[in-house]
């Protein structure tokens, strides 16, 4: 009886069940067929504006496992939306003093999701990827960007439209 109980344990724990706690969080698709690794993936998050879609791609992106920063003039609902998820948060500075001070915290900064044009954005070393107004529900949105987001799917934003 112990025996099978360890079995089941040591199963648990291999299929991933059993860290939930841990820093190498994946996302899983409904099905099962789709695994997605998120190991140490920077995110910056610039939004002027505080929207359902960025606190839902931002909470979902510290829920995969992602370091998620958030640059917004928006004062009160950024600082909510970041003691909510957890996050750092930047009220209305320059990129470039937000970028600095994240590497500088995290050695490296993967990707930039922003919704509006940025000045000199294009300098910028990062993968960055726009966000566009949709009419899914906001979560199916923050998933599609978080998938974008990730190092497996880069050639994703380079496809011609």
Sequence with gaps: MADNYLERKMEEYR?????????????RAAHGGLTLEYHDINL????PVITETVDSLVAQGVKAGCRVALLSDD???GTALAQRAGTRFYPGLPLSKVTDDI???WGSLDVILHTEDIPDIAEMSPRI???ADHDAPAHVVARYYLFLAHP???FLTNLPT
């Design 15 to 27: 299929s991933g069940r059993l860290q939930a706690g841990s820093r190498h969080a994946s996302a």
């Design 152 to 154: 497996d799917n880069e």
């Design 129 to 131: 990827i726009r966000l």
């Design 103 to 105: 590497l500088g915290r």
């Design 44 to 47: 910056l998050v610039v939004a």
């Design 75 to 77: 004062r009160k609902g």
